[in-house]
Each structure stands twice: as C-alpha cells, then as structure tokens.
C-alpha cells in the first residue's frame, strides 16, 4: 500500500493538470506517520508521501546525464508521474522509484494509481493530515 497526504496529491494532480498535454515527471519524499500530529492509524514508521522536488530543480545537467541533482540524497521514495494519453499503467520509463503513482485526465483524486516497482497495482491510501513543519538542521 502507498500511502500519500490529500494535500501533496491535490498538488500533483493540478500540476499534472497545467503541464497537460505533456506529461510531468516530479521525485516525491516521505514522512514516517509517527512524525505526524493526528493519528492516522498507520504504524509509526510507515512512510507516508508528504513532499514534492521541483522537477526543474536540477536543470540541464539532468537531462544530460540523467542523474537526478535536484533531491538530496537518500530522500526520494517515490515518484509522480502523469499520463496525458490516458495510460493509467506504469511503463518501462516511470519505474525507477520503489513507489510510483501515476495519474491521468481528467486529472481527478479517482483516476490516480499507484504501483510497486515491478508495475503491480498497489492500494493507494489518500491521509487527510498534514506533516509536521520542516525545520531547519540545528533548531
């Protein structure tokens, strides 16, 4: 199961919307659920995807090379991505996350689906919670 904020989903879906008709493509973060004000009723380390990286955060030299300088090491579980032509699948190209969800028009909460890195469905858990404030390293 994948777990995902109604905030950040919410988010994905508009940007997938204004980026239509091409597709997006946006490394998402998470937040163990024990970080978290409200009792989501998740274990406390479970993840729950919570941030997103701008996907221009890394410039030319990604598309170049394909490395991905825009997340900090170690922080990106997942990715969003969307399918303008309706795909509402995983293909060969989106899979490089250990959790993938994708979206399609009409670019709505219901025609979103999330995958595991071998393209099997997952159930996707929509959290109606927001994560704890980020705080700088040393406050």
């Known amino acids: 199961m ?12 508009e940007m ?8 997006t ?11 978290f004000d409200s009792d ?11 941030h997103f990286y701008f996907p221009e955060a890394s410039g030319s030299v990604n598309a170049v090379f394909g490395v ?3 997340t900090p090491a170690g922080q990106g579980r997942g990715r969003f991505v969307s ?6 699948q995983a293909t060969r190209e989106d899979t490089f996350a250990a959790a993938l969800v994708v979206a399609v028009p009409p670019w709505e909460p219901g025609s979103v689906a999330a995958f595991d ?10 959290i109606d919670a927001e994560p704890p404030p980020e705080r700088l390293a040393g406050e």
């Open 68 to 70: 991905d300088l825009g």
């Open 40 to 50: 989501a009723g998740l274990d406390s380390e479970t993840p729950v995807l919570t």
């Open 16 to 23: 997938a919307a204004e980026a239509d008709p091409d597709g």
């Open 25 to 35: 493509s946006v490394v998402l973060a998470s937040t163990p659920a024990g970080e």
């Open 2 to 13: 994948v777990h995902i904020t109604r905030g950040l989903l919410e988010a994905l879906l």
């Open 83 to 88: 399918h303008p032509d309706g795909r509402l």
């Open 117 to 126: 890195r071998n393209d099997r469905r997952l159930d996707l858990d929509v």
